[in-house]
């Protein structure tokens, strides 16, 4: 009895040994999700430019209601506040401390991926993402 639990044992610790070595991602791999992210970014800074362009002309009418003027004020009394000033640097702190975590974590998932995702589903999401950049480059443009 002793001798099965001892194998048991023996045989979870091999499989969470190799769970933690973790392959690194393909050099083509990650030149491709930079690729993709970038051109996603740009996608939505142009539609953020052009939701901000056709919002302009109501945020103009908003801006000079009382009402809007009342909501600048609070804004700026916000901002004004040590408290808030505070919490944003705290924000800004904590966003820095966790790029580097984030980094490695879209590594350690493109590794995982590329290791044992790619071989099978890897020609699938490739015709998945081409089928749908043909309706974001309608609908959403990148330029």
Same mark, same amino acid.
């Given at each position: 009895?002793? =001798?099965k639990y001892a194998l048991a044992l023996i045989l979870a610790l091999q499989v969470s040994m190799s769970l933690c070595e973790v392959p690194m991602p &393909?050099?083509?791999l990650v030149e491709k999700y930079e690729a993709m992210k970038s051109v996603f970014y740009k996608r939505l800074l142009n539609a953020?430019?052009?939701?901000?362009?056709?919002?302009?002309?109501?945020?103009?009418?908003?801006? #000079?209601?009382?009402? =809007?003027?009342? =909501?600048?004020?609070?804004? #700026?009394d916000l901002?004004?506040?040590? &408290?808030?000033?505070?919490?944003?640097k705290i924000a800004t702190g904590v966003v820095q401390e966790?790029?580097?975590?984030?980094e490695k974590a879209r590594m350690t998932g493109l590794g995982l991926y590329g290791h044992y995702l790619r071989p099978h589903i890897g020609t699938y999401l490739d015709d998945g993402i081409n089928h749908i950049k043909v309706y974001l480059d309608q609908f959403m443009p990148s330029e």
């Amino acid at each position: 009895m002793n =001798g099965k639990y001892a194998l048991a044992l023996i045989l979870a610790l091999q499989v969470s040994m190799s769970l933690c070595e973790v392959p690194m991602p &393909e050099t083509e791999l990650v030149e491709k999700y930079e690729a993709m992210k970038s051109v996603f970014y740009k996608r939505l800074l142009n539609a953020y430019s052009k939701i901000q362009a056709a919002a302009a002309p109501i945020m103009d009418k908003i801006n #000079e209601s009382e009402q =809007g003027q009342a =909501g600048k004020t609070y804004i #700026e009394d916000l901002q004004a506040k040590p &408290e808030f000033q505070s919490a944003v640097k705290i924000a800004t702190g904590v966003v820095q401390e966790a790029a580097p975590l984030v980094e490695k974590a879209r590594m350690t998932g493109l590794g995982l991926y590329g290791h044992y995702l790619r071989p099978h589903i890897g020609t699938y999401l490739d015709d998945g993402i081409n089928h749908i950049k043909v309706y974001l480059d309608q609908f959403m443009p990148s330029e």
